[in-house]
C-alpha cells in the first residue's frame, strides 16, 4: 500500500524546508554575521526555556493519549500549557528584575517560547488525529509566514529581536489549519485524571528537554563567549542548514510511521506495530546515511547557494563533521528514542539528555578555547554519536524497537559507494559540471535503489488505522 501520509508529511516538509532555506538565505544576508548571530543566540536561549518550560508535555501528551477521549486529554494538555507558559514568564521577569539579560532580550525569548508551544502542541493533537492534511499545510503555512514576517521585520529595521518576535506571530498564525479538527473540544472537558496522567508519564521528561536543549546549545553559548557574534552567526547558519535537512526526512518518518505503529500498539496489534517500526527504521536509516553522502559530496555547492560566501568559507571544513553528527542525530531522535512511547520508560530520555549534556559542555570548554568552531563541531559530534548508542542499547531492554539487519550493511554500503565514487571522479575528470552531474548521477542511482529495494514508498501490508479526527468532534 502506498504510503500516502507519508508522501504528504514528506512533500509539505520539503517544500517547507525550502521555505526555510529561503528564510536563512534572505535573513542572513539582510542582517549580516554579528546581527544574524545575536539571533541565533536568542533562538537558542528560547530552545532551552520552551525545553524546560513545555516541550515536554507536548511529547508526554504522545506518549498516553487515547483516541476515544481525545477531548478530555487535549483539554488537558492546553491548561498545562497556559500554566507552563505562566511560570515561564515569572521566571524570566525575576531574571529581568536581576539584571541578568536585558529585557528587550527575554521578551524576544518569551515570544518564541509562546509562538512554538502553540504551534507545537496544535501539531502534535493534528498528527495524533492522522490528520495528516492538516498538519502538512501548517507546516507549509509557517514557512510562507516566516519568510514574509522576517523579512518584512528585518527591512524596517526590527534587527534579531524584531526577526524574533516576528517568527513567534507566524508560529501562532500558522496552527490555524491544524485547529479546525477539534474545534469543538473545550477546557471544560479537561479533567484532573488525564492532567496527572501527562505529568505522570512526562516528568522525566520535563528535565530531560531542557538538559538535552542546554547539551544542543552550550557549543554556540561558548562560541559567543569566546568568539563573539560574528563567529557565532556563521557557524550557527550553517549548521542549521544541515540540521534541517535532516529533520525534513526525519520528521516526515515520524509524522507518518511512527505515528502508525503507535496508534497500531494502542489497538493491541503488536505484530502491525513492529512491522510499522522496522519501516520507520530502514527509512530512518536511509535518511542518515544519504544524508550524510549528500553533504560530504555536494555540501560545499548547496551551502554556497543558499548562503554568502562569508558565512560558508569559515566553515567550509566543518560541514562533514556537523553531517556525521546530524546523521546520528536522526537516528536517535526519530528512531531509537521513541522506545519510550512504547514501554514505561520515559526516564530513558532523562538519561540520555544528561548524558549527552555532559559529553557536549566537557569537550566544548576543552575545544573551543582552543579551537574555535571546530572544536565546537567536533564536541557536537562526539555528543551525537555517543547518546545515539547510548539509547540504543538500554532501549532496547525495556521494548525491542525492530532494527533491519539487512539494511544495516546496505545502507551505509551503497553512501559509502557514492563518496568514493566521487572522490574518484575529482581525480578522473577535470572539468567541474561535469563531475558534478556524474556525482549527482551516481547519487540518484544508489538512492533509488535503496528507495525502490526496501520498498521506502510504501506501508507494511498490515492493515493502516483510519483516520482519527472526527473522533475529535465527540
Not at 538535552?212 to 542548514?241: E, F, K, P
Not at 559530496?297 to 548547496?302: E, I, N, Q, R
Amino acid at each position: 500500500m502506498l504510503n500516502r501520509s507519508g508522501l504528504l508529511y514528506l512533500s509539505a516538509r520539503v517544500m517547507s524546508a525550502a521555505g526555510n532555506f529561503v528564510a536563512v538565505a534572505i535573513f542572513s544576508r539582510m542582517a549580516g554575521p554579528a546581527e544574524y548571530g545575536h539571533y541565533v543566540l536568542i533562538f537558542a536561549w528560547s530552545l532551552i526555556v520552551y525545553g524546560f518550560g513545555a516541550q515536554w508535555m507536548r511529547f508526554a501528551y504522545f506518549g498516553v493519549y487515547h483516541l476515544d477521549r481525545f477531548g478530555e486529554y487535549i483539554a488537558s494538555l492546553a491548561r498545562l500549557l497556559a500554566a507552563g507558559l505562566v511560570l515561564v514568564a515569572l521566571a524570566l521577569s525575576v531574571i529581568g528584575l536581576f539584571g541578568w539579560f536585558e529585557p528587550g532580550f527575554l521578551a524576544a525569548v518569551f515570544a518564541l517560547v509562546c509562538g512554538i508551544t502553540v504551534y507545537e502542541a496544535t501539531f502534535e493533537a493534528a498528527r495524533t488525529l492522522l490528520n495528516a492534511r492538516g498538519a502538512s499545510l501548517a507546516m507549509i503555512l509557517r514557512a510562507l509566514l516566516v519568510l514574509l514576517f522576517g523579512s518584512g521585520s528585518l527591512h524596517f529595521g526590527g534587527g534579531a529581536r524584531g526577526l524574533a518576535i516576528a517568527i513567534a506571530l507566524a508560529h501562532v498564525i500558522a496552527a490555524a489549519p491544524t485547529l479546525t479538527g477539534f474545534s469543538k473540544v473545550r477546557l471544560s472537558q479537561s479533567t484532573r485524571a488525564a492532567a496527572l496522567h501527562i505529568v505522570s508519564y512526562g516528568w522525566p521528561l520535563l528535565l530531560s528537554f531542557g538538559v538535552t536543549a542546554v547539551g544542543q546549545s552550550v557549543d554556540r553559548l561558548l562560541l559567543a563567549h569566546y568568539l563573539g557574534m560574528v563567529a557565532l552567526g556563521s557557524y550557527g547558519v550553517v549548521a542549521d542548514v544541515l540540521r534541517q535537512s535532516f529533520t525534513v526526512l526525519g520528521e516526515s518518518i515520524i509524522l507518518s510511521l511512527v505515528t502508525v505503529a503507535k496508534t497500531q500498539s494502542n489497538r493491541g496489534d503488536s505484530l502491525a506495530a513492529n512491522e510499522t517500526l522496522q519501516k520507520a527504521f530502514t527509512a530512518c536509516l536511509a535518511a542518515a546515511c544519504f544524508g550524510t553522502a549528500f553533504f560530504i559530496v555536494f555540501g560545499d555547492t548547496a551551502l554556497q547557494i543558499v548562503l554568502k560566501p562569508e558565512f560558508v568559507a569559515p566553515m567550509r571544513d566543518l560541514i562533514p563533521i556537523f553531517a556525521i553528527a546530524f546523521a546520528f542525530t536522526t537516528m536517535r531522535n526519530f528512531y531509537f528514542a521513541q522506545v519510550i512511547y512504547f514501554s514505561n520508560a520515559s526516564y530513558l530520555e532523562l538519561v540520555i539528555a544528561v548524558l549527552f549534556l555532559v559529553v557536549s559542555t566537557t569537550l566544548s570548554m576543552l575545544l573551543v578555547p582552543r579551537y574555535g568552531p571546530h572544536g565546537a563541531a567536533v564536541a557536537l559530534m562526539a555528543a551525537c554519536t555517543f547518546t545515539c548508542f547510548g539509547f540504543m542499547v538500554p532501549g532496547r531492554r525495556r521494548f525491542r524497537m525492530p532494527v533491519d539487519l539487512a539494511a544495516l550493511v546496505v545502507m551505509p554500503t551503497l553512501a559509502a559507494l557514492s563518496i568514493f565514487g566521487a572522490h574518484a571522479m575529482q581525480q578522473l575528470v577535470a572539468d567541474a559540471a561535469a563531475r558534478l552531474t556524474l556525482d549527482a548521477a551516481l547519487f540518484a542511482v544508489l538512492g533509488g535503489y535503496a528507495i525502490r529495494h526496501f520498498g521506502l514508498l510504501h506501508l507494511p501490508a498490515a492493515e493502516i488505522v483510519a483516520d482519527g479526527a472526527t473522533l475529535a468532534q465527540q
